[in-house]
């Protein structure tokens, strides 16, 4: 009896020793703990030899030894296992490890020759112990083995939410997998449902680098038709393994495990894993593997969201640099586009210079367009509408509070087009201060918003524009000379269209096809005598009002012909006044000499607006300015002069159209 009290008092003082230690040391590896178990129990019952022995390949090897530890009885340990109890056969004592969830493991204590202690009274008892202290254990590792893992899958995802290529993002998914599993190969299953096929990716020594299998084969197969997670293993199942995979690749598969791979819109198709190194695979693989596919399915949504996003902006680029066309077969056309093309793609600056309605605008988009940027915004700034007070803030952005009614923080032009393409039309219009602030932009690439103080980036290519005569305005001190030298670096002058006679009819047939299919209707054919009365109008208006006449005709014009009938419109309001035709001398003014002081003047002035009006082209912002007005001004003085609605309305659009 006193070697029984002995004994149960050594298997008490084990375990608690045993739980102290792992207590003590929760970071130790799972290798560490089992070698402690074994030397902890050598130590604590005096035995000859203590050793873990597992089951490989159907026979029973040691893998941690303490003492001596000589022939293994291998029936005594294979009996214990099968019955799930402990078996005494003196001076061996075989203990089954229940709980373990890899291969049959025992552990096995020989006890010294010549010592009979009452092992079959106690060896119920050493048994739980022992699986108490292997439990903790093995849920130590198993946590360890977690967090672990689940460190390197979210280092992976956040390596996926970046990656916008598919195939890359397939590989890095795959590699990550074997790595974490410790297994051979990993392939990603999509499932194509109208065909009912499964695309492998990647798939390696497949020619185009993807498997296609049908969806009712193998694992995967049976992943797809139950939704639910599977595993199997040559010598268990080999019937549920498709071999005939394995001779198209040359490869042998020995374990399977497959997990589904869910997205928003459901199934999406399975994650397979093949061959781990260390035997077959747990539910600890299981549950690693299933959280691996949820993060890939994420990061294959965004990746395949962030392409259709990218082909529908390809394509929607496209369309639009289609519309964007320089018509014309001149001389003066074709070298416009020899040098278009010659300085899209590099970063000088460009001044464009021409009346209004002469395409400023057009070259400017087909320079974005035919270059590097293409993909980035284009913003056209008229900086003769932005107000001089608001100027700064339009084109660098404020900060929240900069100003009164600044009541957040917000962004300028130069910020908004990024590493696309700012188009300053008008940009003799520009005040002072801002000129020297564009100045600075140019030469440092960066700015700084009104009420700020960090500087931010300019990435963004200047094409600036003009109607004006800069080198005049630098000697008049309304325009720096050294911004004017920064602006030019390539100049591009646009002839005005009554300087390109042939092009007007080729123009006036592109934009009736255009307006003819907004219209729903046939495009009528312009005679021989509209094309030469097309061409012999003078177009004041530029390109802009030969549009815009096209249009008219478009839309009110009945026949299959348009004729000169249907053009009369151009000069329906009488020749147009020049100032050439305004009294300059004394016998000029004797047509006033019967009338009152104010009416003479109203009616010169009357004569002066419409005269600067024919000459401008209809341009309300180009008259006031030449008339010393503001542009709301000049509304308020037509009204006063009684000068003709139409006359008004026909400028007005000649001018929205720019």
């Not at 021409?354 to 293409?374: D, M, P, Y």
Request: aromatic share 6%.
């Amino acid at each position: 009896m006193a070697d029984l009290a002995q004994l149960e008092i050594r298997v008490s003082d084990f375990v608690f020793r045993q739980l102290a230690e792992f207590l003590a040391e929760p970071e130790r590896q799972a290798e560490s703990w089992k070698r402690e178990l074994i030397a902890g129990a050598w130590k604590t019952f005096a035995l000859e030899g203590a050793a873990l022995v597992q089951s490989q390949a159907g026979q029973w090897r040691p893998v941690q030894v303490a003492g001596t530890m000589t022939l293994l009885p291998e029936d005594l340990v294979s009996r214990a296992a099968d019955l799930g109890r402990p078996v005494v056969v003196s001076p061996w004592v075989a203990l089954p490890l229940r709980g373990a969830q890899e291969s049959a493991q025992v552990i096995l204590l020989r006890w010294p020759e010549g010592m009979h202690p009452p092992l079959e009274q106690v060896a119920e008892r050493l048994a739980t112990a022992v699986e108490l202290v292997w439990e903790a254990g093995s849920r130590l590792g198993r946590f360890q083995r977690q967090l672990l893992r689940r460190e390197k899958i979210l280092d992976a995802a956040q390596r996926w939410i970046s990656l916008r290529d598919t195939e890359r993002l397939f590989e890095d998914i795959a590699r990550t997998a074997t790595e974490i599993l410790e297994c051979e190969r990993a392939t990603i299953f999509l499932w194509n449902r109208r065909a009912r096929r499964l695309i492998g990716r990647p798939a390696l020594g497949v020619p185009g680098g993807q498997l296609i299998l049908p969806d009712d084969r193998g694992v995967v197969g049976r992943v797809i038709r139950t939704g639910k997670a599977a595993r199997a293993d040559s010598s268990s199942s080999p019937s549920a393994i498709d071999h005939s995979v394995d001779e198209q690749l040359g490869f042998l598969t020995r374990s399977v495990l497959c997990v589904p791979l869910r997205g928003k819109e459901g199934l999406q198709g399975a994650f397979e894993v093949l061959n781990k190194h260390s035997g077959l695979f747990s539910d600890e693989d299981e549950e690693t593997l299933t959280e691996i596919a949820a993060f890939a399915a994420a990061a294959l949504e965004n990746a395949q969201e962030h392409q259709m996003l990218l082909a529908c902006h390809n394509q929607m680029v496209s369309q639009v640099a289609a519309e964007v066309e320089l018509v014309g077969v001149s001389k003066a056309i074709e070298n416009i586009r020899t040098l278009i093309r010659r300085v899209a793609d590099t970063d000088l600056a460009v001044l464009i210079l021409g009346e209004n309605g002469t395409g400023k605008e057009v070259v400017a988009r087909l320079i974005h367009f035919q270059s590097r940027r293409k993909q980035y915004p284009f913003l056209a700034v008229n900086c003769a509408a932005i107000p001089e007070t608001l100027a700064e803030s339009e084109l660098f952005g404020h900060e929240r509070g900069a100003f009164t009614d600044a009541f957040e923080t917000r962004p300028g032009k130069f910020e908004l087009a990024g590493k696309g393409t700012l188009f300053l039309d008008e940009v003799g219009e520009l005040s002072l201060p801002c000129q020297a602030k564009l100045l600075r932009v140019l030469e440092e690439k960066s700015f700084v918003r009104v009420g700020g103080t960090n500087p931010l980036t300019c990435e963004a290519r200047i094409i600036a524009a003009t109607n004006q005569d800069l080198g005049q305005l630098v000697r008049a001190r309304r325009f720096r000379e050294d911004l004017f030298y920064r602006l030019n670096g390539l100049t591009i002058e646009l002839p005005p269209l009554r300087a390109r006679k042939e092009d007007i009819p080729l123009l006036a047939r592109h934009f009736l096809q255009k307006f003819c299919l907004l219209a729903r209707r046939s495009v009528p054919r312009l005679t021989s005598a509209a094309e030469q009365f097309l061409c012999s109008y003078p177009w004041p208006g530029n390109v802009r009002e030969l549009r815009n006449a096209m249009e008219r005709v478009a839309y009110l014009a009945t026949g299959e012909t348009i004729d000169v009938d249907d053009l009369a419109f151009l000069t329906a309001s009488g020749p147009r006044q020049s100032l050439a035709a305004i009294p300059t001398t004394k016998d000029g003014f004797k047509q006033f000499l019967s009338t009152t002081l104010t009416a003479a003047t109203r009616e010169f002035q009357r004569q002066l607006v419409e005269a600067v009006l024919a000459e401008t082209g209809g341009n309300l912002t180009e008259a006031a300015r030449r008339l010393g007005l503001h542009r709301s001004n000049l509304y308020r003085k037509l009204r006063q002069l009684g000068i003709s609605p139409p006359h008004v309305k026909r400028s007005t659009g000649w001018e929205e159209s720019a």
